[in-house]
């Protein structure tokens, strides 16, 4: 049984940073992209960031690209997501999810087979 959970949420003033990190156990690591999603309250889950099995190929949201960068350490189970010039609209859960498929050609979250609990990111001052 695959598993993701995720850490490193936490509370951040307005132009602040965060590192969230995403630990995967189950199955083999190396052939599952992995998506980063948000839910902000009272929307929809929107796909945020995606990295291939390997680590090479990452796609972005609009809203976050310039401010956000997906990186996976295989060896380590483990994929970050680096934000910065953090803003009170970023606030939400961030979830990660392991889809069944080497590269990211989707963010639509029903098309994720794997899911963690979530962290929560509260940007305000």
């Known amino acids: 049984q695959l598993q993701l959970e995720e850490s490193g949420g936490g509370l951040v003033r307005p132009g602040g940073s965060l590192t969230l990190s995403c630990r995967f156990s189950?199955?083999?690591?190396?052939?599952?992209?992995i998506g980063w999603f948000r839910q902000a309250p009272g929307k929809g889950r929107e796909g945020v960031a995606c990295v291939s099995g390997g680590g090479f190929y990452k796609n972005y949201a609009d809203s976050v690209k310039d401010r956000f960068v997906i990186s996976r350490d295989n060896a380590n189970n483990t994929v970050f997501l680096q934000m910065v010039s953090l803003k009170p609209e970023d606030t939400a859960v961030y979830y990660c999810?392991?889809?069944?498929?080497?590269?990211?050609?989707?963010?639509?979250?029903?098309?994720?087979?794997?899911w963690g609990q979530g962290t929560q990111v509260t940007v305000s001052t």
């Open positions: 999810a392991a889809r069944t498929y080497y590269y990211c050609t989707t963010s639509e979250p029903k098309d994720y087979n794997y």
């Open positions: 189950g199955l083999t690591w190396d052939d599952y992209s």
